[in-house]
């Protein structure tokens, strides 16, 4: 005899009750999640709030370009690099491990972490600071890609509609900030929609603006940015022949190792150690020291390394060429332009009412990958890829 089917809502009332005995007091559980607008077919369905972020992130345009998306070496050929995709992988898996060992919500991490570079340019940082210079230049302010993933995922996607992300989901997005070396990291709890739109603008128009997550969970993502690319880009550089094995910090390696796995396993690992039954995240001072050294290793021999960027200026100059000529193309109103074929077309009229040419230009050269951004060039400037097995010679 077939049993009667489950009723989907009871589980999930299970799953959230669940959660309530079983996570940390300082977890985030699915029933404290806020979102701007009321969604029926949320509210009367069986999946629990954050799992439903994920899956609009994953489903998301943004979230397909990220596999030709820069991580931090460029117009290589070589398909054992990381790109963008693989990063947020990273943070996602390592953060998910990190919050069962705390009790926290992981959904709520991956949700965040799979989020969190979405804004990011086309070719990279080096991108980033191109298209800043740009904007502000036009009187829109720097540009951030932190602001721009929120900005995506909340006002360009679905044509404008955007994905109406629980608040919690888009702040941990927009404070993952994981180029900034923190020891420890306490949530600022209890901020609404308005705190949001506010820690946005002072993001976009205070250079060194720094904010911090109101979950834990958003706490853990910051951290762990850090812990997915440190050792990862170390292998990439060293692969490359930009850097030997030998050359990183002694002091350094005494503490993390020297390779990436490691340099995860003891990050992750001392952030459980420290952080366990705490209302923060912290690194012992050890480890903390220890990474803040490969953190300036990295910066100076990788990420500011000269040979690592050949073709940083043709960029700057191609990034300056595109932005003139879209801007140009919105007008005059030249509809034929990719401009309106390829982003516009279709776009809601509250995103046109809401945003001035420059903005619609960041938003459509932000937006773009790799190889879409050196399509849209002229080919007789379009730079060429460097050698597949090194660039350190």
């Known amino acids: 005899m077939k049993s009667e089917p489950p009723d989907l809502r009871s589980i999930r009332a299970f799953l959230d009750m669940k959660e309530e005995q079983n996570l940390s007091p300082f977890a985030t559980p699915n029933s404290r999640a806020v979102r701007r607008r009321t969604e029926e077919l ?54 998910r491990s990190i919050g069962r060992f705390l009790g926290l919500n992981e959904d709520l991490i991956e949700a965040i972490a799979l989020g969190h570079d979405i804004g990011h340019t086309p070719f990279g940082h080096d991108g980033e600071r191109f298209l800043s210079e740009l904007c502000r230049e036009h009187g829109i302010g720097s540009f951030h890609h932190n602001v721009q993933s929120v900005h995506f995922l909340d006002c360009v996607e679905r044509k404008g509609k955007g994905w109406n992300l629980c608040l919690q989901t ?161 007008e005059r109103q030249r509809t034929e332009s990719v401009i309106f074929q390829g982003f516009l077309n279709g776009m809601s009229g509250d995103y046109l009412e809401r945003h001035r040419p420059a903005e619609v230009v960041r938003d459509f050269i932000a937006g773009m990958t790799d190889r879409y951004f050196l399509d849209l060039c002229p080919a007789d400037m379009r730079p060429g890829y460097l050698p597949d097995e090194t660039i350190g010679e």
């Open 170 to 330: 888009l702040d941990g997005i927009l404070c993952h900030d994981g180029e900034v070396h923190t020891p420890e990291l306490a949530p600022c709890r209890n901020k609404s929609f308005v705190d949001l739109q506010a820690e946005l603008a002072a993001k976009a128009s205070r250079i060194g603006t720094e904010l911090v997550p109101m979950t834990l969970e958003g706490c853990v993502v910051r951290m762990v940015d850090t812990v997915a690319y440190i050792g990862r880009d170390i292998e990439d550089a060293i692969r490359l022949g930009l850097i030997g094995r030998s050359d990183l910090p002694a002091a350094s390696v005494a503490v993390l190792g020297d390779t990436n796995g490691t340099i995860v396993f003891r990050l992750a690992t001392d952030i459980i150690r420290a952080s366990h039954g705490n209302d923060f995240v912290a690194f012992s001072p050890e480890v903390s020291e220890a990474l803040r050294q490969l953190k300036r290793f990295n910066l100076e021999h990788i990420y500011l390394n000269p040979r690592m960027k050949p073709h940083s200026a043709l960029l700057q100059e191609l990034f300056r060429r595109l932005f003139d000529r879209f801007l140009e193309d919105l």
């Open 42 to 95: 949320l509210i009367e369905g069986y999946r629990q709030a954050f799992s439903v972020d994920v899956d609009r992130i994953l489903h998301s345009r943004a979230y397909a370009r990220y596999i030709d998306k820069t991580q931090v070496f460029y117009l290589i050929r070589n398909d054992h690099i990381t790109h963008r995709v693989l990063h947020v992988q990273l943070v996602s898996k390592i953060g």
